[in-house]
């Protein structure tokens, strides 16, 4: 049977050929007269953890910022180099902005819910985005809560207060709202570090489930998180991408002697 020209099947990617959500190229950054990155070249692949590590003022929280163009609020910063997003450069003049911030979500190091009940967090971004008939709203927001691991312990609490939420519950909540928007990629700028041990560890349940669905960009101070849920892991260090590599590669026999030095606590 002829096939029609556009039901050609794509080759299924070997294991090892994932797709790259991101792939950022010569990424310099600079606060003013301050160079806070520094030739960054690296690669995020789809249905992956990334980590990103190095001591405090390296630039993770930088580079991650640049991924959703949330950097450029301070209008101090100057970009230079190119960002691909599943191949489109993120920082060409004409790149829609506005639509990389739905695609691309973010949950920040300390839970920052809406002073708005449970419901009202989840449904505020789909509301935003137009959808205004109250059943799809509820599916919408029984479907983010239950991707966020957090749907039986709030179910009964859909109409209070999110800041009656114990702060693990309120991170998996702010985790839920950024599900609501149906992003491509999440980035966690150390999404655990306000949390106490037992909520840290389903926060790191969640993300390993959660990258069946989405790709993650994570960054931590605990290395020991690092090497639990990311696959791969870039250690940066002035501004630099010392060495990016697979994660049990960097941890059991990286290349790069700064490297060893940090991961067994030398520095940083
Ligand atoms: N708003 C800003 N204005 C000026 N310089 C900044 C600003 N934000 C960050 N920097 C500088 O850029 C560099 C990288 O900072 P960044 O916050 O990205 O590091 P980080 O690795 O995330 O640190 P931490 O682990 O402490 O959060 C640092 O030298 C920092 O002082």
Known sequence: MVQPENEKRPEAPAPEEKKAVFATESLNLWYGDTHALTDINMEQKENEVTAIIGPSGCGKSTYIKTLNRMVEMNPEVKVSGKIFYRGDNIYDRRFPVEELRTRVGMVFQKPNPFPKTVFENVAYGPKIHGIRDKKIL???????????????????????NAFGLSGGQQQRLCIARCLAIEPDVILMDEPTSALDPKSTLKVEELVRELKTKYSIMIVTHN????????????????????EFDHTDKIFSNPEDERTEGYITGRFG
Not at 144 to 158: M, P, Q
């Open 223 to 242: 290395m020991q998180q690092a090497a639990r849920i990311s696959d791969r892991t870039a250690f940066f260090l002035n501004g630099e991408v010392v």
């Open 138 to 160: 509820a599916e919408i927001v029984e479907n983010s809560l239950k991707g966020a691991a957090i749907w039986e312990e709030v179910k009964d609490r859909l109409n209070e």
